[in-house]
Protein backbone atom coordinates (compact mmCIF):
# COMPACT_ATOMS: atom_id res chain seq x y z
CA UNK A 1 0.00 0.00 0.00
CA UNK A 2 1.32 3.27 -1.12
CA UNK A 3 1.97 6.16 1.49
CA UNK A 4 0.36 9.32 1.21
CA UNK A 5 1.89 12.58 3.07
CA UNK A 6 -0.56 14.36 4.57
CA UNK A 7 1.31 16.42 7.41
CA UNK A 8 0.59 19.42 7.63
CA UNK A 9 3.49 21.46 7.82
CA UNK A 10 4.52 20.15 4.25
CA UNK A 11 1.85 22.08 2.30
CA UNK A 12 2.68 24.56 -0.37
CA UNK A 13 2.02 28.48 0.28
CA UNK A 14 -1.14 30.75 -1.25
CA UNK A 15 1.52 33.27 -2.24
CA UNK A 16 -0.13 33.67 -5.83
CA UNK A 17 -2.53 36.52 -6.87
CA UNK A 18 -5.26 36.28 -9.80
CA UNK A 19 -3.03 38.38 -11.85
CA UNK A 20 -0.46 36.19 -11.49
CA UNK A 21 -2.65 32.89 -12.15
CA UNK A 22 -4.01 34.66 -15.57
CA UNK A 23 -0.47 35.16 -16.67
CA UNK A 24 0.28 31.88 -15.94
CA UNK A 25 -2.33 30.66 -18.47
CA UNK A 26 -0.90 33.17 -20.53
CA UNK A 27 2.54 32.78 -20.42
CA UNK A 28 1.71 28.62 -20.61
CA UNK A 29 0.54 29.04 -24.54
CA UNK A 30 2.21 32.08 -25.95
CA UNK A 31 5.73 30.88 -26.55
CA UNK A 32 8.63 30.29 -28.97
CA UNK A 33 6.03 27.74 -31.13
CA UNK A 34 3.98 31.02 -32.34
CA UNK A 35 6.51 33.44 -32.17
CA UNK A 36 8.68 31.25 -34.84
CA UNK A 37 7.42 27.83 -34.79
CA UNK A 38 4.68 28.92 -36.81
CA UNK A 39 6.76 30.06 -39.75
CA UNK A 40 7.07 26.32 -40.40
CA UNK A 41 2.92 25.50 -39.67
CA UNK A 42 2.58 28.76 -42.69
CA UNK A 43 5.18 27.12 -44.77
CA UNK A 44 3.83 24.07 -45.07
CA UNK A 45 0.05 24.51 -45.06
CA UNK A 46 -0.19 28.17 -47.02
CA UNK A 47 -2.56 30.38 -46.11
CA UNK A 48 -5.38 27.66 -44.17
CA UNK A 49 -2.58 27.67 -41.52
CA UNK A 50 -5.64 29.81 -39.74
CA UNK A 51 -7.59 26.72 -39.91
CA UNK A 52 -5.89 24.80 -38.49
CA UNK A 53 -4.72 27.03 -35.52
CA UNK A 54 -7.99 27.15 -35.22
CA UNK A 55 -8.68 23.47 -34.98
CA UNK A 56 -5.71 23.03 -32.66
CA UNK A 57 -7.03 25.97 -30.18
CA UNK A 58 -10.34 24.38 -30.69
CA UNK A 59 -9.51 21.23 -28.89
CA UNK A 60 -7.31 22.77 -25.90
CA UNK A 61 -10.30 25.16 -25.37
CA UNK A 62 -12.59 22.15 -24.74
CA UNK A 63 -9.84 20.56 -22.95
CA UNK A 64 -9.64 23.74 -20.74
CA UNK A 65 -13.60 23.42 -19.97
CA UNK A 66 -13.22 19.65 -19.02
CA UNK A 67 -10.20 21.21 -16.72
CA UNK A 68 -12.73 23.98 -15.38
CA UNK A 69 -15.69 21.66 -14.74
CA UNK A 70 -13.15 18.93 -12.84
CA UNK A 71 -11.18 21.78 -11.03
CA UNK A 72 -15.00 23.18 -9.57
CA UNK A 73 -16.04 20.03 -8.55
CA UNK A 74 -13.26 18.31 -7.23
CA UNK A 75 -11.61 21.08 -5.53
CA UNK A 76 -7.96 21.64 -3.80
CA UNK A 77 -6.97 18.05 -6.57
CA UNK A 78 -3.06 19.69 -6.78
CA UNK A 79 -2.85 19.11 -10.37
CA UNK A 80 -4.75 18.53 -13.61
CA UNK A 81 -3.00 15.03 -13.72
CA UNK A 82 -4.39 14.12 -11.05
CA UNK A 83 -7.81 14.19 -12.17
CA UNK A 84 -6.38 11.16 -14.42
CA UNK A 85 -6.54 9.33 -10.81
CA UNK A 86 -9.62 10.55 -9.51
CA UNK A 87 -11.26 8.89 -12.73
CA UNK A 88 -9.19 6.13 -14.02
CA UNK A 89 -7.22 4.72 -11.16
CA UNK A 90 -4.05 4.29 -9.59
CA UNK A 91 -2.36 3.75 -12.47
CA UNK A 92 -3.65 6.70 -14.43
CA UNK A 93 -2.15 9.04 -12.03
CA UNK A 94 0.93 7.80 -11.67
CA UNK A 95 1.39 7.76 -15.29
CA UNK A 96 0.00 10.72 -15.86
CA UNK A 97 2.07 12.69 -13.18
CA UNK A 98 5.59 11.27 -14.44
CA UNK A 99 4.56 11.57 -18.49
CA UNK A 100 3.97 15.09 -17.41
CA UNK A 101 6.92 15.51 -15.14
CA UNK A 102 9.04 14.19 -18.13
CA UNK A 103 7.51 16.46 -20.46
CA UNK A 104 8.43 19.82 -19.01
CA UNK A 105 12.41 18.50 -17.00
CA UNK A 106 12.97 18.00 -21.21
CA UNK A 107 10.88 21.68 -21.93
CA UNK A 108 13.62 23.21 -19.99
CA UNK A 109 16.76 22.52 -20.83
CA UNK A 110 15.06 22.86 -24.73
CA UNK A 111 13.99 26.44 -23.64
CA UNK A 112 17.71 27.38 -21.66
CA UNK A 113 19.60 26.23 -24.92
CA UNK A 114 16.77 28.18 -27.10
CA UNK A 115 17.64 31.35 -25.26
CA UNK A 116 21.59 31.09 -24.65
CA UNK A 117 21.42 30.67 -28.47
CA UNK A 118 19.86 34.04 -28.82
CA UNK A 119 22.17 35.46 -26.08
CA UNK A 120 25.07 34.24 -27.97
CA UNK A 121 24.81 36.03 -30.77
CA UNK A 122 25.14 38.98 -28.63
CA UNK A 123 27.91 37.61 -26.21
CA UNK A 124 30.00 35.04 -28.73
CA UNK A 125 32.36 35.00 -26.25
CA UNK A 126 30.75 32.39 -23.80
CA UNK A 127 29.52 29.22 -25.41
CA UNK A 128 25.76 28.30 -25.82
CA UNK A 129 26.61 25.62 -23.29
CA UNK A 130 27.57 28.04 -20.57
CA UNK A 131 24.57 30.42 -21.39
CA UNK A 132 22.43 27.61 -21.15
CA UNK A 133 23.75 26.79 -17.49
CA UNK A 134 23.45 30.06 -16.06
CA UNK A 135 20.02 30.73 -17.45
CA UNK A 136 18.76 27.45 -15.80
CA UNK A 137 20.55 28.22 -12.51
CA UNK A 138 18.65 31.82 -12.81
CA UNK A 139 15.43 30.74 -13.10
CA UNK A 140 16.25 27.94 -10.39
CA UNK A 141 17.34 30.54 -8.13
CA UNK A 142 13.60 32.46 -8.89
CA UNK A 143 12.15 29.35 -8.06
CA UNK A 144 13.52 28.81 -4.80
CA UNK A 145 12.80 32.13 -3.47
CA UNK A 146 8.59 31.66 -3.04
CA UNK A 147 6.02 30.40 -5.40
CA UNK A 148 5.82 34.67 -5.54
CA UNK A 149 8.86 35.17 -6.97
CA UNK A 150 7.58 32.80 -9.86
CA UNK A 151 3.99 34.55 -10.21
CA UNK A 152 5.95 38.20 -10.48
CA UNK A 153 8.62 37.10 -12.75
CA UNK A 154 5.65 35.10 -15.40
CA UNK A 155 3.46 38.12 -14.91
CA UNK A 156 6.29 40.47 -16.42
CA UNK A 157 7.82 37.92 -19.21
CA UNK A 158 3.82 37.39 -20.31
CA UNK A 159 3.01 41.08 -19.91
CA UNK A 160 5.86 41.76 -22.30
CA UNK A 161 4.24 39.01 -24.65
CA UNK A 162 0.62 40.00 -24.65
CA UNK A 163 2.05 43.48 -25.14
CA UNK A 164 4.06 42.53 -28.35
CA UNK A 165 1.05 40.28 -30.00
CA UNK A 166 -1.46 43.81 -29.18
CA UNK A 167 1.29 46.14 -30.61
CA UNK A 168 1.48 43.41 -33.56
CA UNK A 169 -2.45 43.34 -34.12
CA UNK A 170 -2.31 47.16 -34.28
CA UNK A 171 0.34 47.69 -36.63
CA UNK A 172 -0.39 44.54 -39.22
CA UNK A 173 -4.19 45.02 -38.78
CA UNK A 174 -4.01 48.90 -39.85
CA UNK A 175 -1.77 47.90 -42.76
CA UNK A 176 -3.73 44.51 -44.33
CA UNK A 177 -6.84 46.93 -43.94
CA UNK A 178 -4.98 49.45 -46.49
CA UNK A 179 -4.56 52.30 -43.31
CA UNK A 180 -0.88 52.81 -43.73
CA UNK A 181 -0.45 50.23 -46.97
CA UNK A 182 0.79 52.16 -50.05
CA UNK A 183 -0.98 49.67 -52.29
CA UNK A 184 -4.33 49.68 -49.88
CA UNK A 185 -6.06 46.60 -48.53
CA UNK A 186 -3.48 43.45 -48.56
CA UNK A 187 -5.93 40.70 -48.10
CA UNK A 188 -5.54 39.08 -51.44
CA UNK A 189 -2.73 37.96 -49.95
CA UNK A 190 -5.05 35.10 -48.40
CA UNK A 191 -6.26 34.05 -52.37
CA UNK A 192 -3.47 34.94 -54.56
CA UNK A 193 -0.67 32.60 -54.26
CA UNK A 194 -2.18 29.36 -54.98
CA UNK A 195 -5.39 30.18 -53.26
CA UNK A 196 -6.75 29.65 -49.96
CA UNK A 197 -5.62 25.84 -49.06
CA UNK A 198 -2.42 25.75 -51.69
CA UNK A 199 -1.50 22.18 -50.45
CA UNK A 200 -4.84 20.42 -50.10
CA UNK A 201 -7.19 19.67 -47.06
CA UNK A 202 -5.22 16.98 -45.71
CA UNK A 203 -2.37 19.20 -45.71
CA UNK A 204 -5.23 21.10 -43.09
CA UNK A 205 -5.69 18.35 -41.01
CA UNK A 206 -1.71 17.22 -40.92
CA UNK A 207 -0.83 20.27 -39.95
CA UNK A 208 -2.86 20.31 -36.36
CA UNK A 209 -0.37 17.71 -35.53
CA UNK A 210 2.36 19.95 -35.23
CA UNK A 211 0.53 23.15 -34.73
CA UNK A 212 -1.70 21.86 -31.41
CA UNK A 213 1.92 21.67 -29.53
CA UNK A 214 1.83 25.38 -29.99
CA UNK A 215 -0.96 25.28 -27.34
CA UNK A 216 0.47 23.08 -24.55
CA UNK A 217 1.08 24.68 -21.56
CA UNK A 218 -2.28 26.13 -20.31
CA UNK A 219 -3.33 23.55 -18.05
CA UNK A 220 -0.81 24.68 -16.22
CA UNK A 221 -3.34 27.07 -13.97
CA UNK A 222 -4.28 24.02 -13.03
CA UNK A 223 -1.32 23.53 -10.76
CA UNK A 224 -0.90 27.02 -9.93
CA UNK A 225 -4.15 26.73 -8.43
CA UNK A 226 -2.73 25.13 -5.38
CA UNK A 227 -0.70 28.29 -4.68
CA UNK A 228 -3.61 30.42 -4.80
CA UNK A 229 -6.24 32.24 -2.39
CA UNK A 230 -8.52 32.28 -4.89
CA UNK A 231 -11.68 29.81 -5.30
CA UNK A 232 -11.51 26.79 -7.29
CA UNK A 233 -14.93 27.97 -9.07
CA UNK A 234 -12.82 31.47 -9.69
CA UNK A 235 -9.97 29.63 -10.96
CA UNK A 236 -12.08 27.52 -13.07
CA UNK A 237 -13.65 30.47 -14.79
CA UNK A 238 -10.75 31.99 -15.53
CA UNK A 239 -9.14 29.04 -17.20
CA UNK A 240 -11.95 29.25 -20.15
CA UNK A 241 -12.35 32.83 -20.76
CA UNK A 242 -7.99 33.28 -20.70
CA UNK A 243 -7.70 30.06 -23.00
CA UNK A 244 -10.43 31.52 -25.64
CA UNK A 245 -8.86 35.08 -25.60
CA UNK A 246 -5.69 33.56 -25.86
CA UNK A 247 -6.91 30.99 -29.32
CA UNK A 248 -8.45 34.37 -30.56
CA UNK A 249 -4.76 35.96 -30.42
CA UNK A 250 -3.47 32.75 -32.37
CA UNK A 251 -5.81 32.83 -35.19
CA UNK A 252 -5.85 36.72 -35.26
CA UNK A 253 -1.97 37.20 -35.55
CA UNK A 254 -1.69 33.95 -37.97
CA UNK A 255 -4.44 36.13 -40.40
CA UNK A 256 -2.94 38.95 -40.07
CA UNK A 257 0.65 37.37 -40.95
CA UNK A 258 -0.44 35.86 -44.33
CA UNK A 259 -2.72 38.67 -45.20
CA UNK A 260 0.47 41.02 -44.77
CA UNK A 261 3.12 38.62 -46.34
CA UNK A 262 2.68 36.11 -49.26
CA UNK A 263 2.79 32.59 -47.46
CA UNK A 264 5.49 31.57 -50.17
CA UNK A 265 7.84 34.05 -48.42
CA UNK A 266 8.01 32.70 -45.38
CA UNK A 267 10.88 31.12 -44.32
CA UNK A 268 11.19 28.00 -42.18
CA UNK A 269 13.01 28.83 -38.60
CA UNK A 270 12.31 33.04 -39.10
CA UNK A 271 9.94 34.74 -37.07
CA UNK A 272 6.98 35.54 -39.34
CA UNK A 273 6.04 38.54 -37.09
CA UNK A 274 9.40 39.86 -38.15
CA UNK A 275 8.89 39.62 -41.15
CA UNK A 276 5.63 40.86 -41.58
CA UNK A 277 7.06 43.58 -39.41
CA UNK A 278 9.69 44.30 -41.80
CA UNK A 279 7.18 44.21 -44.46
CA UNK A 280 5.11 47.16 -42.84
CA UNK A 281 8.57 49.06 -42.50
CA UNK A 282 9.02 48.38 -38.35
CA UNK A 283 12.62 49.39 -38.37
CA UNK A 284 15.00 46.55 -36.70
CA UNK A 285 12.37 44.50 -36.82
CA UNK A 286 14.28 41.22 -36.44
CA UNK A 287 16.39 42.42 -33.72
CA UNK A 288 12.81 43.74 -31.47
CA UNK A 289 11.59 40.34 -32.28
CA UNK A 290 14.44 38.24 -30.80
CA UNK A 291 13.54 40.29 -27.18
CA UNK A 292 10.04 38.92 -27.20
CA UNK A 293 11.49 35.59 -27.99
CA UNK A 294 13.80 35.48 -25.55
CA UNK A 295 11.34 36.92 -23.27
CA UNK A 296 9.12 33.64 -24.63
CA UNK A 297 11.88 31.57 -23.69
CA UNK A 298 12.48 32.69 -20.53
CA UNK A 299 9.19 32.63 -19.96
CA UNK A 300 8.58 28.82 -21.10
CA UNK A 301 12.16 28.39 -18.70
CA UNK A 302 10.65 29.39 -15.48
CA UNK A 303 7.16 27.58 -15.87
CA UNK A 304 9.18 24.45 -16.62
CA UNK A 305 11.36 24.71 -13.46
CA UNK A 306 7.70 25.31 -11.63
CA UNK A 307 5.76 22.78 -13.55
CA UNK A 308 8.37 19.95 -12.69
CA UNK A 309 8.87 20.96 -8.99
CA UNK A 310 5.03 21.05 -8.46
CA UNK A 311 4.32 17.68 -10.08
CA UNK A 312 6.89 15.40 -9.04
CA UNK A 313 5.88 17.45 -5.23
CA UNK A 314 2.41 15.59 -6.12
CA UNK A 315 3.52 12.45 -6.91
CA UNK A 316 5.36 12.45 -3.49
CA UNK A 317 2.18 13.26 -1.61
CA UNK A 318 0.29 10.42 -3.37
CA UNK A 319 3.17 7.71 -2.86
CA UNK A 320 4.47 7.58 -6.15
CA UNK A 321 7.73 9.60 -6.03
CA UNK A 322 10.29 9.37 -2.77
CA UNK A 323 9.01 10.64 0.26
CA UNK A 324 11.80 12.80 0.75
CA UNK A 325 10.58 15.19 -1.98
CA UNK A 326 7.57 16.33 -0.48
CA UNK A 327 9.20 18.24 2.33
CA UNK A 328 9.01 22.27 1.65
CA UNK A 329 11.34 24.78 2.86
CA UNK A 330 10.02 28.01 5.49
CA UNK A 331 9.20 29.79 2.49
CA UNK A 332 6.78 26.93 1.67
CA UNK A 333 8.41 25.76 -1.20
CA UNK A 334 9.32 22.52 -2.52
CA UNK A 335 13.13 23.01 -2.52
CA UNK A 336 14.39 19.51 -3.20
CA UNK A 337 11.82 18.90 -6.05
CA UNK A 338 13.22 22.20 -7.67
CA UNK A 339 16.26 20.94 -7.37
CA UNK A 340 15.74 17.13 -8.65
CA UNK A 341 14.44 19.04 -11.81
CA UNK A 342 17.53 21.41 -12.33
CA UNK A 343 19.94 18.71 -11.72
CA UNK A 344 18.07 16.39 -14.88
CA UNK A 345 18.31 19.91 -16.62
CA UNK A 346 21.99 20.10 -16.39
CA UNK A 347 22.14 16.61 -17.13
CA UNK A 348 20.39 17.27 -20.41
CA UNK A 349 22.32 20.14 -21.34
CA UNK A 350 25.53 18.19 -21.11
CA UNK A 351 24.01 15.48 -23.17
CA UNK A 352 23.40 18.58 -25.79
CA UNK A 353 27.33 19.12 -25.77
CA UNK A 354 28.33 15.73 -25.44
CA UNK A 355 25.46 13.53 -26.95
CA UNK A 356 23.67 15.70 -29.55
CA UNK A 357 22.93 13.38 -31.88
CA UNK A 358 21.93 10.15 -29.90
CA UNK A 359 20.96 10.90 -26.35
CA UNK A 360 20.05 14.66 -26.55
CA UNK A 361 17.59 13.84 -29.60
CA UNK A 362 15.75 10.99 -27.92
CA UNK A 363 15.31 12.62 -25.00
CA UNK A 364 13.48 15.41 -27.24
CA UNK A 365 11.79 12.98 -29.14
CA UNK A 366 10.57 10.97 -26.61
CA UNK A 367 8.23 14.20 -25.44
CA UNK A 368 6.79 14.41 -28.77
CA UNK A 369 3.72 12.87 -27.84
CA UNK A 370 3.66 13.14 -24.42
CA UNK A 371 1.49 15.67 -23.57
CA UNK A 372 -1.27 14.59 -26.25
CA UNK A 373 -1.22 11.31 -23.67
CA UNK A 374 -2.23 13.13 -20.98
CA UNK A 375 -4.67 14.83 -22.22
CA UNK A 376 -6.57 11.93 -23.79
CA UNK A 377 -6.11 10.47 -20.26
CA UNK A 378 -7.69 13.57 -18.27
CA UNK A 379 -10.31 13.60 -21.27
CA UNK A 380 -11.26 10.07 -20.33
CA UNK A 381 -11.18 10.65 -16.61
CA UNK A 382 -14.18 13.12 -17.43
CA UNK A 383 -16.56 11.20 -19.08
CA UNK A 384 -16.34 8.76 -15.95
CA UNK A 385 -16.21 11.30 -13.83
CA UNK A 386 -18.86 13.41 -15.02
CA UNK A 387 -21.53 10.37 -15.61
CA UNK A 388 -20.28 9.78 -11.88
CA UNK A 389 -21.56 13.13 -10.53
CA UNK A 390 -24.21 13.51 -12.70
CA UNK A 391 -25.76 10.38 -10.80
CA UNK A 392 -24.68 10.82 -7.10
CA UNK A 393 -23.97 14.71 -6.71
CA UNK A 394 -25.32 16.52 -9.78
CA UNK A 395 -25.32 19.95 -7.22
CA UNK A 396 -21.27 19.66 -7.87
CA UNK A 397 -21.65 20.54 -11.35
CA UNK A 398 -21.17 24.35 -11.06
CA UNK A 399 -19.41 24.47 -14.15
CA UNK A 400 -20.29 22.10 -17.25
CA UNK A 401 -18.54 20.68 -20.31
CA UNK A 402 -20.06 22.19 -23.05
CA UNK A 403 -21.98 19.90 -25.15
CA UNK A 404 -21.12 16.65 -22.97
CA UNK A 405 -20.40 14.16 -23.99
CA UNK A 406 -20.57 15.07 -27.43
CA UNK A 407 -17.56 17.35 -27.66
CA UNK A 408 -15.46 15.61 -25.21
CA UNK A 409 -15.66 11.73 -27.26
CA UNK A 410 -14.93 14.70 -30.12
CA UNK A 411 -11.58 16.04 -28.40
CA UNK A 412 -10.66 12.25 -27.85
CA UNK A 413 -11.58 11.44 -31.61
CA UNK A 414 -9.01 14.76 -32.73
CA UNK A 415 -6.45 13.45 -30.17
CA UNK A 416 -6.16 10.14 -31.38
CA UNK A 417 -6.21 11.36 -34.99
CA UNK A 418 -3.30 13.66 -34.12
CA UNK A 419 -1.67 10.73 -32.53
CA UNK A 420 -2.14 8.20 -35.40
CA UNK A 421 -1.28 10.89 -38.27
CA UNK A 422 2.21 11.11 -35.91
CA UNK A 423 2.53 7.44 -36.31
CA UNK A 424 1.79 7.74 -40.01
CA UNK A 425 3.95 10.86 -41.10
CA UNK A 426 8.41 9.76 -41.47
CA UNK A 427 8.83 13.18 -40.36
CA UNK A 428 7.26 12.60 -36.62
CA UNK A 429 7.44 8.99 -36.66
CA UNK A 430 10.31 8.71 -34.77
CA UNK A 431 8.54 11.16 -31.93
CA UNK A 432 5.83 8.76 -31.59
CA UNK A 433 7.39 6.11 -31.34
CA UNK A 434 10.10 7.55 -28.69
CA UNK A 435 7.12 8.97 -27.01
CA UNK A 436 5.31 5.57 -26.87
CA UNK A 437 8.75 3.93 -25.48
CA UNK A 438 8.32 6.48 -22.66
CA UNK A 439 4.85 5.74 -22.23
CA UNK A 440 5.59 1.66 -21.38
CA UNK A 441 8.45 2.34 -19.70
CA UNK A 442 6.26 4.39 -17.21
CA UNK A 443 3.60 1.69 -17.15
CA UNK A 444 5.77 -1.13 -16.41
CA UNK A 445 7.65 0.51 -13.93
CA UNK A 446 3.77 1.14 -12.18
CA UNK A 447 3.25 -2.56 -12.34
CA UNK A 448 6.71 -3.46 -11.12
CA UNK A 449 5.90 -1.37 -7.71
CA UNK A 450 2.71 -2.48 -7.60
CA UNK A 451 4.07 -5.89 -7.37
CA UNK A 452 6.79 -4.86 -4.99
CA UNK A 453 4.04 -3.55 -2.48
CA UNK A 454 2.06 -6.41 -2.93
CA UNK A 455 4.45 -8.68 -1.93
CA UNK A 456 5.75 -6.30 0.80
CA UNK A 457 1.81 -6.94 2.37
CA UNK A 458 2.28 -10.20 2.27
Same mark, same amino acid.
Given at each position: ???????????????????????? $????????????????????????????????????????? @????????????? %?????????????????????????? !??????????????????????????? =???????????????????????? #? /????????????????????????????? $????????????? &?????????????????????????????????????????? %?????????????????????? #????????????????????????? +? @??????????????? =??????? !??????? &?????????? !?????????????????????????????????? /??????????????????????????? @?????????????? /???? +??????????????? @??????????????? +??????????????????????
Amino acid at each position: MKIQNTDASNQLGRGLRTRHVTMI $TVGGIIGAGLFVGSSTAIASIGPAAILSYALSGLVILFMMR @MLSELASSYPGTG %SFTEFARLGLGAWAGFTAGWLYWYFW !VIVVPIEAIAGAGILHAWYPAFAVWQI =GLFLLTLMTGVNLLSARSFGEFEF #W /FSSIKVAAILVFICVAGAYATGLTSPTGA $TFGNLTRHGGFAP &KGGLAILAGVTSVIFSFVGAEIVTIAAAESNEGARTIAKLTS %SVALRILLFFVLSITLIVAVVP #WNEIKPGISPFATALARVGIPHAAD +A @MNVVVLTAVLSCLNS =GIYVTSR !VLFQLAA &KGDAPQWLVT !VNRRRVPARAIIAGAVFGYGAIACSVISPGVVFS /FLVNASGAIALVNYLLVALAEIRLRQQ @METASPERLTIRMW /FFPY +ATWGTIAVIVGVLIA @MAATPDLQSQFFSSL +AVVLLVLGLFAVLRRRAATAVA
